[in-house]
């Protein structure tokens, strides 16, 4: 996507600490007021003038009722992915859910009966653990493969081997939460043709899909040879457009067989989702491009500010800058095992963070840092850190 801000200024502007304080949100409300708090995925900046419109007309109005997600959540969803990624979707095909945890708990209980295995591959959003065991199954793991470089990749040999023992379901994270990668299409076609021997379904979390930063392409999953049939898609501008607390998602299928997986979804799941949301929702996906394309030139901007603070001033820990998201996967083993480093950053840094156990396993001494901040906040973020270490 070309970036053309016009009118909107880049980078993004983002509110004074003071300002940004006085919010509500989980992010603001959770840590003392000495602590700088960059763990929970969302962003601190304004709402996309677009969304902000939207919700003021519906609030001047006094449009506050029952969401109707159908005709405009699916022309929505189909128009942005058709302009973004070249992928064309039957608006018909797309049914509105509360968020994409719910829709993923959902789909898990459509496609799963209690006991079967479901297959995450960490490190992974910690959720994904807690969708498993919300919906009584076994859990599996196929973990990442960290290559020498420090990059990570779906391991499809673990893949392999996971699927042998018979899940019925595998939930990927793409692009991947909290490492960053964007999975190519090669990659994503072994998934797939993986799920088809094994016929296991495949539940796609593309919730960051519109945050591909500079140097890397997005493929959804249900673009690649073989995926209609075994998989879906789940979607949502929350992330991109910080409309968490709104509740809408979006649920996406390319076939008969996986439609025929929607139709024993909850009747009234309809009527879980937050009528802002979809209205905020609907407004960003149609009218919000040229915001998000400043947003993506801000967040490459942060995420060099970040690899040059971390460089100059945290020689102990060591990263590869994402491919997408705002969050950074940052090792921190050098300086403790567990959710030590994490521990240390906040106790005497006064900085939270998201400790990498909370990610499964290979998320040992590593700890994720949210760098959709301003540039100010995560300098002094940075240098808290720095100051916290022996």
Known sequence: MAVNPGEIAVPLPVDDIETLRRRRSAKWRTYDDDVLPLPVAETDFGLAPVVRDALAEAVARSDTGYAMTAPALGEAVAGFADRHWGWRIDPDAVAGLTDVGVAAVE???AVCDP???VVVSPPVYPPFFHWVEEVGCRLVEAP????RDET????????????????RAYVLCSPHNPVGRVHDPDELAAVARLAAEHDVTVIADEIHAPLVLSGATFTPFLTVPGSADVGISLLSASKAFNLAGLKCAAVVTA????????RRLPPDGRWRVGHFGVLATV????DGDEWLAALVETLDGRREQLGALVREQLPAVSWSPP?????????????GPGAGPRDLFLAKGRV???PGTSFGSPGDGWVRLNFGTSAVILSEAVARMATALP
Do not use: H, K, N, Y
Not at 255 to 262: I, K, L, T
Not at 283 to 286: E, K, V
């Open 107 to 109: 789909v898990l209980r």
């Open 115 to 117: 006991g079967d295995a």
């Open 144 to 147: 990442l493969r960290q290559d």
């Open 152 to 167: 990570w990749a779906l391991d499809l040999d673990a893949l392999e081997s996971a699927f042998r023992q018979r899940p």
């Open 255 to 262: 076939s008969d067989r996986m439609r025929a997986v929607m």
């Open 283 to 286: 407004a960003a996906l149609t």
């Open 323 to 335: 491919e997408a998201t705002f969050l950074a996967w940052l090792d921190c083993r050098a300086i």
């Open 352 to 354: 939270a963070l998201e």
